[in-house]
Nanobody
Framework: QVQLVESGGGVVQSGGSLLLSCAAS????????MSWYRQAPGKERKLVAF????????NYADSVKGRFIISRDDVKNTVYLQMNALKPEDTALYYC?????????WGQGTQVTVSS
């Protein structure tokens, strides 16, 4: 029943921006922290950004600090990742995720490709 559906990925040139969205359903969205992860070809899946249940606390991977912004809208049950000043190394499949009790939930991912 828990579903996370990412959207907003695409192809962009270096220096460009994209806004990723993750629509959540099947659980009380406002009661859980949310995260964005990414996985590049041949690489491990890595945490990109985290936002607390309240939306007050956020954390970012060093590689995206100052460029990416995570936010949430509890009315729309959506978590966002605003990506600015994109670099080729940002190319990856981006996933949103949450943990409900002991279970991790993941979306299907949205592809971001940054050309040089």
């Amino acid at each position: 029943q828990v579903q996370l559906v990412e959207s907003g990925g695409g192809v962009v040139q270096s220096g460009g921006s994209l806004l990723l969205s993750c629509a959540a359903s099947g659980f009380l969205f406002s009661g859980y922290a949310m995260s964005w992860y990414r996985q590049a070809p041949g690489k491990e899946r890595k945490l990109v950004a985290f936002i607390s249940m309240s939306g007050i606390n956020t954390n970012y991977a060093d590689s995206v600090k100052g460029r990416f912004i995570i936010s949430r809208d509890d009315v729309k049950n959506t978590v966002y990742l605003q990506m600015n000043a994109l670099k080729p190394e940002d190319t990856a499949l981006y996933y949103c995720a949450t943990s409900i009790r002991t279970i991790e939930y993941w979306g299907q991912g949205t592809q971001v490709t940054v050309s040089s």
